[in-house]
């Protein structure tokens, strides 16, 4: 990613700061005025959506940096780092969730809910979906994965804030207070499954999951007519840092020249069909009938 396309993330960062700390602080001021616990708990995940931005940006300060001498291959994986961390913050916050959850299941309060609280939430749950569908064109766009994980911890903040309208309106229509405490374990399982997915995706760059399909790239290889074989196919990275290395099998006659040309041949083609930002390496060896 180039420093023109660390910037365009961090605007779009700064953005989504701005509009989760207003959507967090609104859920937590009205849900602790109506003395519901699913609605501050949603608010309290909402903050989290505001804290991730933080996370994310001093990930970027970092992953931004340059080559250098102990860097051979720049700081990127700074970002995947960011999206961890932001995962163990969803982590700890489902966890506390959880203890007040059980706290109030055991002294159930019921929720004093007006029209004001409703239209609160609404608004907010069209905010999450705007910033949601934003964050994620952008992440996608400029091939950020800061901005994709972030996305998707947003995105359960929808399904919660769906479950805390629909738990509100049932409380509405005299279901009991315990309903309540009920829904915010509910949140606890979105916020859990969002902090697994960005877990998920970022620990698999960091340990270099396979990246590409590896057929892929070996039909890729073979296509060209002086490949005889391939082999050792190994890739790694993101999209917008994408490594692959293999063996390649020709012809023991082929010049220097030539094999060279075949190489570079091969790396235009798999940036054209796979990825623009791939970096390929390839270990020529003679074939032998």
């Known amino acids: 990613m180039s420093n023109n396309s660390y910037k365009k993330v961090k605007q779009v960062l ?27 708990a949603d608010g309290f995940h909402s903050l989290t959506d505001g804290s991730s931005n933080i996370v ?7 992953a931004a940096k340059p080559v250098d001498e102990d860097h051979p291959y720049g700081h990127r994986k700074f970002e995947m780092l960011a999206g961890l961390f932001i995962a163990g913050m969803l982590f700890v916050i489902g966890g506390k969730i959880i203890m007040d959850a059980v706290n ?14 409703l239209i609160a939430l609404l608004t907010t749950l069209c905010v999450n979906i705007l910033v949601c569908v934003f964050e994620y064109k952008k992440g996608k766009k400029l091939n950020s994965q800061i901005l994709i994980s972030d996305s998707m911890h947003t995105k359960s903040d929808i399904y919660v804030s769906i479950g805390v309208l629909a738990t509100l309106v049932c409380i509405k229509l005299g279901l009991p207070a315990v309903v309540d405490p009920i829904a915010s374990f509910i949140v606890v399982g979105f916020i859990f499954h969002a902090a697994y997915e960005i877990f998920k995706d970022n620990s698999g760059i960091l340990v270099d999951r396979v990246a590409v399909d590896t057929e892929k790239i ?11 074989d391939t082999h050792n196919i ?26 060279h040309e075949l190489i570079h041949n091969i790396e235009e083609r798999i940036r054209k069909d796979i990825n623009k930002n791939v970096q390929v390496i390839a270990h020529l060896e003679p074939f032998v009938k």
């Open 14 to 40: 700064w953005i989504i700061l701005f509009a989760n700390l207003a959507v967090a602080g609104l859920k937590i001021i009205v849900g602790t005025m109506i003395k519901s616990t699913s609605m501050t």
């Open 56 to 62: 994310g940006l001093i990930g970027l300060q970092f």
């Open 104 to 117: 109030r299941l055991m002294n159930p309060v019921l929720p004093d809910i007006t029209l004001e609280s």
């Open 218 to 228: 070996r039909n890729i290889a073979l296509s060209f007519e002086q490949v005889k």
């Open 234 to 259: 190994r890739s790694r990275g993101s999209q917008n840092d994408l490594h692959i290395d293999m063996h390649i099998m020709t012809e023991p006659d082929l010049s220097v020249e030539k094999s």
